[in-house]
């Protein structure tokens, strides 16, 4: 993944594009390598790609916001950087992920994955900072939200470049 990033961000500027920002370049390469077998952005139909938009959308203003400070101050800030968990911050954003998974609860309770009953580039781009959670004290709060759950485990089964990518994500062994 990030090989391929690096590699078009680099062709694309020479064609005056320039992209930073990961969804941003995460959907460039989907569309550029896009195959009647592969569409994560469900481009084909107009009802599917919005709801893939709104899901990503969710992800990155609401879950996102939620979930990355319990992965920073539970592994990156100790294990990484040597700097202790604050745990007021973990405790806050712990709180304000409860109320974004109800409503994820609620969704996957009629739906197989976030945008429909497909895998999607929405479920795919919460894998980062979800598997990384997992590796946290806190994985158990999925238990509380059954249906998150089975669609994480869904997900992590769907496609074997998940599987690997997971095992290289693993934090190091204190």
Not at 32 to 42: G, P, Q, S
Not at 79 to 101: A, C, H, M, R, Y
Not at 116 to 126: E, L, T
Not at 139 to 157: G, H, I
């Amino acid at each position: 993944y990030s090989r391929i990033d690096r590699r078009e961000v680099s062709k694309s500027r020479g064609q005056g594009l320039i992209l930073l920002e990961s969804r941003a370049i995460s959907r460039y390469v989907l569309r550029k390598y896009k195959t009647n077998e592969v569409d994560l952005l469900r481009e084909g139909n107009l009802k599917e790609a919005a709801l893939v938009d709104v899901w990503t959308e969710v992800d990155a203003h609401a879950y996102n916001p939620a979930i990355s400070p319990v992965v920073y101050e539970c592994l990156i800030n100790p294990l990484v950087l040597g700097i202790p968990t604050n745990q007021k911050v973990v405790d806050e954003s712990i709180e304000k992920l409860k109320k974004v998974l109800e409503v994820y609860e609620a969704h996957l309770s009629k739906h197989k994955y976030l945008a429909g009953d497909f895998i999607s580039f929405a479920d795919i781009n919460h894998f980062p900072h979800t598997c990384s959670f997992m590796a946290t004290p806190h994985a158990v709060l999925f238990d509380s939200y059954p249906n998150v759950k089975a669609w994480w485990e869904r997900l992590m089964a769907a496609r074997p470049s998940i599987k690997k990518l997971s095992a290289s994500l693993a934090p190091p062994k204190s």
